[in-house]
């Protein structure tokens, strides 16, 4: 529950026996028995004002999609390289029916010397 395991939660009700003393101990529980009530009337309150306030639609929502224990996060980095590696091979593509072919270029002929321009150096 807490990481506590069940010997741990005996250790601490004796401990807490031991502390508060038999005298006390049903005053304490019963305060702690009010404030459980107390919690759970404020949280059934709190998803009775959530419904009301979102009205009819809140039935739609599928809350299953939201919950985190579905995903695997070893799945989603998985999922999010494979989306990258797909739109770069997307834009690779782009790119190479852009460019102009190599048989397109023209090529000087043998021994004819490059375009020179004075003025760029």
Request: aromatic share 10%.
């Amino acid at each position: 529950m807490f990481g506590i395991s069940g010997l741990e939660f005996i250790v601490l009700a004796i401990l807490v026996f031991v502390v508060i003393g038999p005298e006390r101990m049903p005053e304490y529980a019963q305060q702690l028995k009010d404030f459980i009530k107390y919690v759970r009337r404020m949280a059934f309150e709190a998803k009775d004002d959530l419904k009301e306030t979102l009205g009819p639609d809140l039935g739609d929502i599928n809350w299953r999609q939201y919950d985190p224990r579905q995903y695997d996060p070893r799945v989603i980095v998985r999922e999010a390289f494979a989306e990258d590696d797909e739109e770069r091979r997307k834009e690779l593509e782009e790119k190479a029916a852009a460019a102009p072919a190599a048989s397109v270029t023209a090529r000087l002929p043998r021994g004819a010397w490059a375009p020179f321009d004075a003025e760029a150096t």
